[in-house]
């Protein structure tokens, strides 16, 4: 049995699911790029790669596995400022093909990060910055949707609060599946998949 889904893990096609990214106007395409760049590395490390394709670049694709919006809109209420990235759940618990990451909410917690030093950073280091966190928040959100759970873990990807570190700083290492976790994910791609090509 252990054999059978290290093989199905394994069997994933490259990329693993087309995603879809809408971003907003206001949001610099260089943190966009980065940012997805970044989600992407995360995933890679997990076995798992994504095409994604930015706004009209849709051609020959059908049924996207997601939509991901960038907004530079904070979401409401102002107490979720903290939040920048959610998945949106059904009445029957599943996850909603839409991850929503906001690029204003990512910029108001660089400035409480670091403060007067804001100031300081070239345009290039805002912009790594800030798609380090949407990049990593992304990655997670397409955890919730692929694992299809609104819980989160101790530890790892699905770590329900990240320190500024965490968010902001150089190293991803700590953005790891474990193994169960990879598993129930390379379940629902394969299933996905087979959806798709009916």
Known sequence: MLIALAFAVAAIATPAGTIVVHPDSKVPEAVVRMA????????RAAG???????GGDTIGVERPLVDVSFDDQPRAPSDYVRVIGWVIFDANSAPLPQIHLSYANA???MRAANGADMDRY????????AARALG??????LGHYLLASKEHTADG???GHLSTGELFGPQRSRFTLDGAQ???VASRLLLAESVAHR
């Not at 070239?122 to 910055?129: A, L």
């Open 36 to 43: 997805i760049d970044e989600a992407n590395k995360i995933w």
């Open 122 to 129: 070239t345009v290039y280091e805002r912009n790594t910055m």
């Open 48 to 54: 798992i790669v994504f095409e994604f394709r930015l």
């Open 182 to 184: 990879r598993t129930v």
């Open 107 to 109: 910029m108001v917690l």
């Open 136 to 141: 990593r928040a992304l990655a997670h959100e």
């Open 157 to 159: 990807l699905m770590k």
